[in-house]
């Protein structure tokens, strides 16, 4: 058993909303590693039931109320200047933001904490890529100043790590990778017969998932026309899309332009309904234009349900020498076409055992250690 941190959690979300997401279920499964090991963390929530238990996550916090309603990362910025001064200004106390501009208050007002980061992908590229080159230089430059003042740095990722480095060498004495881990007492292998029945799909469809937020970043125009191609060749195929966001209406009309009534719109799905959703498919999909370590193929995985990806994140390495699963080029006919080899191939029955690495009570034991570097304290 651990001796008691004081851990403050800073993320714009609220852990007590019916929803999934990579982030979102790195902060669940790391307070639920923290409470086994006797720790209550703090939350700086963003939402309306602060810390009111409604049995949708199964973790014990502190919340510390920045918001009482969904806001924008810029809001939540603004309003940590003002909440900053609740937390204490003490060598004992532990920052750990989910990004780097989030930690600016507390690096100016509460120079006594200590500063963890974890980095979940190419920020800086991702906020570039949605908000134009000025603002993605200035976003930059505030994640600069705040790498270089924090104590410790967790990347979920190689491949973002190794940029970050070459942009910053000094962060090589104080990062470390960390994979997101996922809970496998959750996510495992169910009947999928039964679950095909619940949603209203056949036993024949051959159903290719998307699981995750309907934006630029993902990709899902491409998923869609991959899936279009390669249903020429894959009779029953069926693409089921479980998520929201505002690509939604786009997406729709180009199924229509293609014509292809083979796409299935669930919107977006709560926590607890995930791993059912997973286990409906025969291949779970991801094309991101980029991502740190993407859960959901860790939580496939878990399921028992083949993966195919394109080089991004982690993703490579997560499914490194497993068989029945794909790493393909992000162009519409080799996608499509290792979408069709994973349909016609009959799973490996104990795929859900390549997912026990990455179970959060293992993968997190990693993360305690990084606070205990933060604090300067050698654990034996």
């Not at 014509?259 to 299935?264: C, G, N, P, Q, S």
């Not at 094309?287 to 993407?294: N, Q, V």
Request: net charge positive.
């Amino acid at each position: 058993m651990a001796d008691p941190l004081n851990i403050y959690i800073i993320e714009n979300e609220d852990p007590e909303r019916n929803s999934s997401g990579g982030v979102m279920t790195y902060i669940i499964n790391l307070g639920k590693y923290l409470n086994s090991e006797g720790i209550r963390p703090f939350f700086f929530i963003a939402g309306k039931d602060h810390g009111s238990k409604t049995g949708n996550q199964a973790f014990d916090y502190q919340p510390v109320a920045v918001a009482n309603s969904r806001i924008s990362n810029v809001v939540y910025l603004l309003r940590l200047f003002i909440r900053v001064f609740s937390v204490p200004n003490r060598p004992d106390t532990i920052i750990h933001s989910q990004r780097s501009d989030f930690l600016l208050p507390f690096i100016l007002f509460r120079r006594k904490a200590r500063f963890v980061c974890t980095m979940h992908g190419l920020r800086d590229y991702g906020f570039s890529f949605k908000k134009g080159k000025f603002l993605g230089k200035i976003y930059s430059t505030i994640t600069r100043f705040c790498l270089k003042r924090a104590h410790q740095l967790i990347f979920v990722d190689r491949n973002s790590c190794g940029v970050y480095e070459k942009l910053y060498p000094w962060i090589a004495d104080k990062k470390t990778i960390i994979p997101i881990g996922v809970d496998i007492t959750v996510f495992k292998p169910e009947d999928k017969q039964s679950l095909r029945k619940k949603y209203g799909f056949s036993d024949t469809d051959k159903i290719v998932l998307f699981v995750g937020r309907l934006e630029k970043e993902k990709n899902v125009d491409f998923l869609i026309r991959a899936c279009h191609v390669a249903s020429h060749e894959i009779s029953g195929l069926r693409l089921v899309v479980a998520g929201s966001g505002s690509c939604l209406p786009a997406l729709r009309q180009l199924q229509n332009e293609l014509k292809f009534d083979r796409v299935t719109f669930l919107g977006e799905v709560e926590n607890k309904l995930v791993p059912g959703v997973i286990n409906l498919a025969d291949v779970l999909c991801l094309c991101s234009e980029y991502e740190g370590s993407p859960t959901v193929i860790k939580e496939a995985l878990a399921c028992g349900v083949p993966v195919i990806c394109n080089d991004v994140g982690d993703a490579a390495e997560v499914l490194h020498g497993i068989p029945g699963c794909v790493i393909a080029e992000k162009e519409i006919d080799p996608y499509a076409r290792g979408i069709a080899t994973i349909l016609k191939t009959t799973p490996m029955k104990e795929l859900c055992k390549f997912a026990t690495p990455y179970s959060y009570n293992i993968v997190y034991t990693r993360v305690l250690e990084v606070y205990y570097k933060a604090l300067n304290i050698k654990k034996s």
